[in-house]
């Protein structure tokens, strides 16, 4: 299957969620699975396996053909009805919008009030049923739950101890030598006990997150989790990568989420757009390789859909893991019922990656904590 029909599919998804239709990352990689089984053999074969996968209530159908259409129309303007027969007219023209319009949409969602044409969950009150909600479904009021998981995440990071003591005024060690100098002023009897604690180790943490389009239905929640952190005392450093890397932990220091995002959308070039893995951390181990220590935990936030040189991202990562403490990949991906890692830059980087999981629900960004700190 080439490229650009992949990208059509993908563009495909991402329209109609944003047409009200409940379309996740899951769906989008059964539709690419339909049209690898033979569904590609005629348009007709196209619009009827995309139709079953992406579209499954009636009244869904009328989006479906409208934004079909505008993916897979044919160059010469000849649009085919749903009940097979043929009808000429002018191709929809392509929707317009800002440079970034993933931002765009992300930053009027963050101005609407509570409640506005938001189809609410069954049972979203209960903060237990967000658990395992696909953030693929998440709601504008969900992402609260995330600063929550990001900012206890943070404080423990903060608490973890060292190696290292250092004095205190009290706790469960007496510092024998501070001990026994206080003595001497009392005629050598320890009559003021002096106390000392481990010193915390602060985990560093170095996050360059996908900002692909095949990650756009998650790359929202897993920059609102980063910017979570950057609110806390945890030490991160955070950079946003497509078809080139980015720096963005400036951005995500501004308050509030806002202001964070349209900073990014002013800054991010390629928002959206392919995904070019290898040369992007190519990039960060040139120019920002000094970030990465031996107390430095690196993470990798992608779905591994990768159109640039393997040799050259096997490269990248070897050097990335030999820096690092550990290196992390998360993939919103491996959340999805039967998902293999089988693409290109997944079976290029497992070899090289120490941690490989989910980023796709709370539970899985909750079971991060222990990547970090182990």
């Not at 943490?205 to 609110?231: E, K, N, P, T, W």
């Amino acid at each position: 299957m080439t490229q650009d029909l992949v990208s059509r599919v993908v563009w495909l998804c991402r329209a109609l969620r944003e047409r009200g239709l409940l379309v996740t990352t899951a769906h989008a990689g059964d539709a690419v699975r339909a049209l690898q089984a033979g569904a590609v053999r005629s348009r007709d074969h196209t619009y009827l396996a995309l139709r079953c996968v992406l579209a499954s209530r009636p009244e869904d159908y009328p989006i479906f053909d409208e934004v079909f259409w505008r993916a897979f129309a044919p160059p010469s303007g000849e649009a085919r009805r749903t009940d097979g027969s043929s009808a000429t007219r002018r191709r929809p023209p392509e929707p317009r919008g800002p440079a970034h319009p993933s931002l765009s949409r992300w930053l009027q969602q963050g101005e609407e009030e509570a409640g506005d044409e938001t189809e609410e969950v069954p049972g979203a009150s209960d903060r237990s049923a967000l658990v395992h909600k696909d953030f693929a479904s998440f709601a504008a009021g969900d992402l609260e739950e995330i600063e929550r998981i990001a900012a206890r995440l943070a404080r423990r990071l903060a608490a973890r101890p060292g190696r290292r003591w250092k004095a205190a005024r009290r706790g469960a060690r007496v510092d024998l030598r501070r001990t026994v100098r206080r003595s001497l002023s009392t005629g050598a009897e320890p009559l003021d006990l002096r106390f000392r604690r481990r010193k915390p180790r602060k985990t560093r943490i170095v996050a360059l997150c996908d900002v692909s389009g095949s990650m756009d239905l998650y790359s929202r929640l897993l920059l609102q989790f980063l910017y979570a952190l950057h609110g806390s005392v945890a030490r991160v450093e955070s950079f946003a990568f497509s078809t080139s890397l980015l720096r963005i932990t400036d951005s995500l220091r501004e308050r509030p989420f806002s202001s964070a995002l349209q900073g990014l959308s002013e800054r991010v070039h390629d928002w959206s757009g392919g995904t070019r893995i290898g040369a992007c951390l190519s990039t960060f181990n040139a120019e920002w390789g000094k970030l990465v220590d031996r107390r430095t935990v690196v993470v990798i936030l992608s779905d591994g859909w990768d159109t640039g040189d393997p040799l050259e991202l096997a490269a990248a990562l070897e050097t990335l893991a030999a820096r690092s403490r550990r290196l992390v990949w998360l993939n919103p991906l491996l959340g999805s019922p039967g998902y293999e890692p089988l693409t290109r830059g997944m079976q290029t980087a497992l070899p090289h990656v120490g941690v490989f999981a989910s980023a796709h629900d709370l539970a899985s960004l909750r079971a991060l904590e222990k990547h970090l700190l182990a």
